[in-house]
Nanobody
Framework: QVQLVESGGGLVQPGGSLRLSCAASGFTSVYYVIGWFRQAPGKEREGVSCISSRRGVTDYADSVKGRFSISRDNAKGTVYLQMNSLRPEDTAVYYC????????????????????WGQGTQVTVSS
């Protein structure tokens, strides 16, 4: 059974950092695209970052460029989202998702290609 489990969320002050983890299990291969998304109350789900299946090609939303960094450890089946210089507007539930048909050379921050989703982890940035 395919499963994605996010962890690492919590309450942090503005300017602080968090590292989210997305642990994958049940996949027949480690080569899938992973995306990180977030959804704040009353807002649509937004693609924050993604990483391609093999080449490690990444993409970021303009709102997080220079502050967030995505990486993957295929040996552990885990993808990380390092979030620095957090702002109150980063407050949201963060989800990871897997696209098993994704490219080795790119990724999408659109929700449509993603086949599997985690349950989400809450990130709250507040003083």
């Amino acid at each position: 059974q395919v499963q994605l489990v996010e962890s690492g969320g919590g309450l942090v002050q503005p300017g602080g950092s968090l590292r989210l983890s997305c642990a994958a299990s049940g996949f027949t291969s480690v080569y899938y695209v992973i995306g990180w998304f977030r959804q704040a109350p009353g807002k649509e789900r937004e693609g924050v970052s993604c990483i391609s299946s093999r080449r490690g090609v990444t993409d970021y939303a303009d709102s997080v460029k220079g502050r967030f960094s995505i990486s993957r450890d295929n040996a552990k089946g885990t993808v990380y989202l390092q979030m620095n210089s957090l702002r109150p507007e980063d407050t949201a539930v963060y989800y990871c998702a897997a696209d098993v048909h994704g490219s080795a050379y790119g990724c999408s921050r659109n929700t449509r290609p993603y086949d599997y989703w985690g349950q989400g982890t809450q990130v709250t940035v507040s003083s």
